[in-house]
């Protein structure tokens, strides 16, 4: 009897050992399972609110990025139009050094043989009118420039000589221009000479833009072609400086003088750039 209520208690005390083992098994499995379980709900709830939060920050992201490469990219953009403006400038000047090779060729050899100060400059506008031929300069008294300084450009005659082309004379100057009036002016007046006999006589510009010169005395030597040039004479024009051809001869009634008409060497509606020669006149 003593030994079944034994086997009793031992067989109670088993079962009870083997729930407990059951239960601790259930809650430790339990345990383990609840935070997934929570963390299945917390995600269900806030997986949506999570979504749009990482898409508002990827659209910043994506706008800041492109706020950055469009910076980039306008930096870039004054960059190259900086390079292309130097180079249009550096294609500019190579077009006028080729196109221009001959006339600054021709300023080289003639400045090579001038002994006087000088300065070039630029023509910046010009005064229309039927009598007279007048323009302004870029250069004035800042640069040395006075009142009857000589005015000339490089030409080449019919021979391939480089000469000394005269055009007019300062006749007003400022601080940073000067207005020349050119020989074919009808207020100009120029003595000159014929390059080849010598003879002498006095050019002025015309109505009509001819430049007329009267011979100081007929003679039967002067021929058409022959070269003109300034005598010196007068004071303000230095000698030798080349003027033109002779076109045309005429007598005069007076049976003193001669008429000749000047095809002046210089073309003076195509003028841009001028030298100044400054002459001291003291």
């Known amino acids: 009897m003593i030994n079944l209520q034994k086997t009793k208690k031992i067989n109670s005390f088993i079962f009870l050992f083997i729930i407990l083992v059951l239960v601790i098994t259930i809650g430790l ?82 400045l090579s043989n001038i002994q006087y100060d000088y300065v070039k400059s630029q023509i910046v506008s010009r005064d229309i009118g039927n009598w007279f031929e007048r323009f302004t300069i870029d250069k004035g008294t800042n640069n040395g420039i006075q009142v009857d300084d000589i005015v000339i450009k490089a030409v080449k005659t019919e021979d391939q000589l480089v000469k000394v082309g005269l055009i007019g004379k300062v006749v007003d100057v400022g601080y940073n221009w000067s207005k020349v009036v050119t020989i074919d002016d009808i207020i ?35 021929k058409v072609d022959d070269e003109i040039v300034t005598s010196g004479l007068g004071e303000i024009y230095l000698p030798n400086i080349y003027i033109g051809k002779v076109a045309k001869i005429e007598k005069t009634s007076d049976l003193l003088t001669e008429k000749i008409t000047i095809i002046p060497i210089v073309d003076f509606e195509r003028l841009y750039e001028v030298f100044v020669i400054k002459v001291d006149r003291r």
Do not use: C, H, W
């Open 29 to 110: 499995s339990t345990t383990r399972n609840q935070p997934s379980q929570i963390s299945g709900m917390v995600g269900s709830v806030f997986s949506p609110v999570q979504k749009v939060f990482y898409s508002i920050g990827q659209t910043f992201t994506n706008s800041f990025d492109l706020l950055l490469n469009i910076s980039r990219i306008r930096e870039e953009n004054l960059q190259l139009q900086e390079k292309n403006s130097m180079l249009q400038e550096e294609n500019i000047q190579l077009k006028y050094i080729v196109n221009n090779s001959e006339a600054l060729k021709n300023e080289y050899e003639m």
């Open 188 to 222: 100009s007046s120029v003595s000159i000479k014929v390059l080849r006999t010598n003879e002498g006589g006095v050019a002025k510009g015309s109505i009509n833009g001819i430049i007329e010169a009267f011979m100081f005395s007929q003679t039967e030597d002067l």
